[in-house]
């Protein structure tokens, strides 16, 4: 037998399966939102903890932009078989079709867009609920929002007139064409992640370990060379070993220089940065000091 | 399963808390000097609040805009919900919830107070003990946060004076004598110089006690949770019904209170049948005894009909079950009480309808006075009497935070109307 002492983690964790536990209990059709980056791989676990040895009281839906790193998809892919969950892709490619996603150019950042596709699949299925793994940490935005985060029937968040939020007694009441995206992961920080995925020995995508990428060096990040971004005049590629902190639309997720080979030279290096999570790797939120606030109220995560 | 593990209770590594007062007393200034001082906030944070002060004419970077992360509470310079905040000494892990002075959203100052350990209730040193320092101070002590801190914020605006610290702190230990408060600690400050947040500063030497990060980082919070009674209300039953566990039934949920071990006697309420724990699982662990706050998987010797909303308690240790009963409720809707009406109430893992029967009385906060009240609007607090349509299991909210709180919803808006709890 083996010992040990309750930790934050612990409490943290015992936190987001208690969430997870009430919108399976409380809502008529929820959805897990699994995209096959670290936080969403996180999620998984805690299912597995708040439901095992059952399965899944609820399927997994991907919002593909089809800007994702291959070894993502990959990975979203190989581990959705492994649980031997259920998993639903909706692909902006078919709001993009249909004529529901317009888009400038070919290349630009689909991020923006997926509330569309999101908003299509909520609507096609029914889902009344989304879990997603958001935290409160990533942006001043989502520090405001609550664990269980009502939206309209456009999908729309209202910031100045939230529900209040008592306890743990939280209210999952929507009418019809309603929707609540809940967050049990909210109160986790980047680094309580990584040290869940350290103690749970959670596999994650290759390339948020370090290794040798082309970069571009553009306004204060580093772009990813892909078939989406190629180096405009002026700019010059750049070889170097770089890791990923998040894992989105490969058209603005940039990597960060990076030496750590495997998990806990990641949680010594989240440990000491100085740069925020998304300060460091995602462009669209550079835009404007309100870029997040405005697209969740369109109906984002 | 695979491993057997037993977990062991330490010294509480995470706490909770939030900053309240009234408005323009210094509570997000007091979280930005928090994180600063602390070395927590990331240089892109800073230099992107660095820029917007300097857009609206600042001279100094305005720490406030740290957790005023909304446009509209940026364009006001107010707070207007809840902000959440994490940082880390190598003592302890911390949640800061900032939450708003102003009186129109004083229940998002209640939601951040309800999961609270700790409250640093904020005065302005120039106005002293105010109608809505004592509101909140009176919020806290109603949902029972144990720990309460005042801070006698914008000392440099008194020139420092210990006069005018010690009129507060007499001011304000009179108005608390009337609370349920054991455990108050005052701190002279500058949230904004940073004087006695976490460093002491050279300009309050006449005070002797702790810096606000020395009381934080130290203040015992093991004796919070009530280790006596165990309470466990079962969210969710697991019937996976495959060949290998044909006639497993799980029981899912989280000890709210109190501990449990292999072969306890469990009664289950409202039914009142008994039997014994059989295993405590979770994944692929397997435990001894568990204690609160975890998750958890119960299964029992006997099979009985047990559903979401009934709860696991030791035989020996049993709450009240009624149908009515008395509470004090926060009124946090803008649409007043309409004692004629069925509401929904929220209480454990139970969905039951439900109404006010009668206002006992509702509180002035400004002097604790009861007055008669036939109706309650947004923020009024009272003693009420509740009428449910089936028993619920239940202790006094003095005892046990969990099974002693409920909220309304409206069934027609959906919307969260009020907050409630049993005494
Ligand atoms: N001189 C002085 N000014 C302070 C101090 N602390 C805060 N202020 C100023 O007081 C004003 C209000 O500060 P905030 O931190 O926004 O106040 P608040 O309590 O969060 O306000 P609400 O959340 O809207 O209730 C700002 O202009 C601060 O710079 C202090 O210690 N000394
Ligand atoms: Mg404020």
Redesign the pocket.
Known sequence: MSHRTFTHLDALESEAIHIMREVAAECTNPALLFSGGKDSIVLLRLAEKAFRPGRFPFPLLHIDTEHNFPEVIEFRNHRAKELGERLIVRSMEDSIKQGRVVLRSENQSRNPFQSITLLDAIAEFRFDACIGGARRDEEKARAKERIFSFRDEFGQWDPKNQRPELWSLYNTRTHPGENIRVFPISNWTELDVWEYIEREQLEVPSIYFAHWREVIPRDSGLLPVSHLVQPKEGEHVEKIMVRFRTVGDMSCTCPVASQAKNVSEIIAETAMTRITERGATRMDDQTSDASMELRKKEGYF | MSEVKNIRRDRAELLRFI?A??????????I?RLLHDSKSIFEDQLSSIARTSNKRGMQAV???LLT?GLQAEREQ???IDVAYRYFATPKRKFIIA?????EQYTRNMVTGASTANLAII?IDARKGVLTQSRRHAYLASLVGIPHLVVAI?????VGYSREVYERIRNDFAAFAQGLRLSNIEYVP?????GDMVVERGDRLTWYEGRTLMDLLENIDIEHDVNTDDFRFPVQWVSRPQTEELHDFRGYMGRIESGSIRVGDEVTILPSGLSSRIKEILLYKDSFEDVFAPQSVTLTIEDHLDISRGDMLVKTDQQPQIKKEFAAMLCWLSEQPLDSQRKYIVKHTTRMIKGMVNQIDYRVDVNTLNHETADSLKMNDIARVVMKVQQPIVFDDYARNRATGNFIIIDETSNNTVAAGMIC
């Open positions: 900053t007062g009234s408005v323009d007393d210094g509570k997000s200034t007091l930005g305005d720490l406030s005023d310079g107010i707070t900032d939450t708003p002075g102003h904020l914020n914008k000392m440099d605006l400050m500058s949230a904004l110089n």
